[in-house]
């Protein structure tokens, strides 16, 4: 496929926040084809955005992790856990994260 610059910018922007090393891999193969040749074939970038995506359900649950305490205090984690049941009341499907919402914005695009 031929890759517009847009898409490019949108990839560099997804990986200066953290995404899964599979992740970050697949962006980085089809980054350097696409801005060798401008064009890449996304099928392994696409597979690894739909492996890699949590849903908002997953979200939810770490924001009640100990994990997330240990990353956050209990009122950022208490907050994160509103804005969770909040997105999902509203209709949200995919994880609130800055990894998981650019990648969803790069898979629509992908698939669109």
């Known amino acids: 496929m031929k890759v517009s610059s ?10 200066t926040v953290y995404v ?6 697949a962006a980085k193969e089809f980054l350097e084809s696409a ?4 064009e890449a074939d996304p099928a392994n970038l696409i597979a690894e955005l ?7 359900d997953d ?6 992790s100990e994990y997330c305490l240990n990353m ?13 049941v909040e997105a999902k009341a509203n209709g949200a499907v995919n994880c609130l994260c800055p990894g998981c919402t650019k990648a969803a914005a790069i898979l629509e695009e992908l698939t669109k």
């Open 6 to 15: 847009e898409l490019i910018e949108k990839i560099k922007d997804m990986l």
């Open 20 to 25: 899964c090393p599979e992740l970050q891999q």
């Open 35 to 38: 801005e060798k040749t401008g």
């Open 50 to 56: 739909r492996d890699d995506i949590c849903t908002i």
């Open 59 to 64: 979200y939810i649950a770490f924001t009640q």
């Open 72 to 84: 956050n205090d209990e009122v950022v984690a208490q907050l994160m856990h509103k804005q969770g």
